[in-house]
């Protein structure tokens, strides 16, 4: 853990008109390094930016150094070329947890972990922080690939925009636990209770032109199996 | 299967400026079956919309009946109040299929299903449609729960807003299959291929305030066998 995490840790960030949870606010939560696991273990990322007006909500991978998340994508991207115009974005990451049965329909509920994120993303210019960008998309995928794989070469660096957006305006909202129903309904002859939920990969499928020999890395054995 | 469907899965939805996909668009698919899948297999939306030219985006579950998507809350939600006023709102839902390991760090991708929505949500009044959007919210979380649990009653009725958005102008995108390397890379001793990702119901959590001798429903246990 860096040195910058470690004095973030002692403090929350500052809720602001757009980060203050005001739907059930007991669920809010301004830590960084709450925010910060979400963000390490969620995958996909959905971005909302305006354009004339119009929302648009976009899926796409991301990676976190510190107190910056990046995304990336290709210059002819509509999202990429429309955020590098310095308009306002919301980036939000959902983690879903379980099904959460009540004895009542209006009670059902989800146990989740979300982070929403408000800012404006700037493009990243200086070449080592863009291969730092890079690494850490690599890295947030699977922990240990970027070393073994070959790296970005002269073309492909500049056939990729890499944005920031600092995640200082961050909140996050977490559910647990059990259904919460109506005192009289705990009397119902109806299960109730949670189906936790997890996202599990599968054995790895090799690639059909994997030539023979090549085994599977440990560090994706590894997580497979965790 | 209704006879709508039925009938709509002679066609495709029309592509608009907005539902259009631009960046690899062999990706981009406008069937509504194709659609409705992607929507039924999901559990969390991902609901943009802009208040004073701010973009947000927040998660949160939702329902579909035949061509119509449900989404629903508190009156006191800012985001349902928000789209009462009939702004436009972006849908989003967002299935990760799996982690692609290609040999190079810039072809890493991941296999997904998405389905993107644009339009104007209006408030559902019938009291008949509300209902029918209620049980789609239930019966979305767990097949075969709504006709277990208590049904809402009328001041549950009333403190849930309900809107209907069509699903008339959207489109899905989807990514299948191995990592597409380039030519001269496929002979690197770098293992590639895909870790296939699914989310998984772990053993139901009973509610510890559960009485004796409620056993799991068998829906609920064919759901986390499936």
Redesign the interface.
């Known amino acids: 853990m860096s040195t910058l995490d470690n004095k973030i840790n002692q403090e929350q960030l500052t809720p602001t008109q ?1 980060t203050q949870i ?2 059930v606010p007991q669920r809010g939560n301004y830590e960084p390094q709450v925010i910060y696991q979400i963000l390490d273990e969620g ?2 990322c ?5 354009v004339d ?7 796409t ?1 991301y990676g976190r150094v510190e107190d910056k998340l990046y995304i990336h ?2 210059p ?3 999202m990429l070329r429309s955020l590098l115009s310095g308009i ?5 990451v ?1 983690l ?1 947890d379980g ?1 959460v ?6 009670h ?1 509920s ?1 146990n ?1 972990r ?1 982070v ?1 994120i ?1 800012g404006t993303a700037t493009l990243v210019q200086d070449a080592d922080q863009k291969l730092e960008a ?2 850490a ?2 890295e947030h ?2 922990p240990g ?2 070393s ?6 002269r073309q ?1 660096l500049q056939g ?1 925009l890499v944005l920031s957006l600092p995640l200082t305006e961050a909140s996050a909202k977490v559910r647990t636990g ?2 919460l129903d109506d005192e009289e ?27 023979t020999g ?4 440990k560090y ?1 054995e590894e ?2 199996r965790k």
Not at 46 to 50: E, L, T
Not at 101 to 106: C, G, I, T
Request: hydrophobic share 45%.
């Open positions: 757009r005001k739907r995958l996909i959905h971005v909302g930016f305006v007006n119009q929302p648009f909500v976009i899926p991978a994508g290709s002819a991207s509509r306002e974005v919301c980036v939000t959902t879903l099904l049965l009540a004895r009542s329909a209006f059902h989800m989740y979300s929403v408000f890079l690494r998309f690599t995928i699977v690939r970027w073994e794989v070959r790296p970005p070469n492909e990729t059990p259904p309904d705990y009397n119902l002859p109806v299960w109730a209770g949670v189906l936790p939920l997890q996202l599990i990969s599968g054995e790895a499928v090799a690639d059909s032109r994997l030539h090549i085994v599977l890395p994706v997580y497979i």
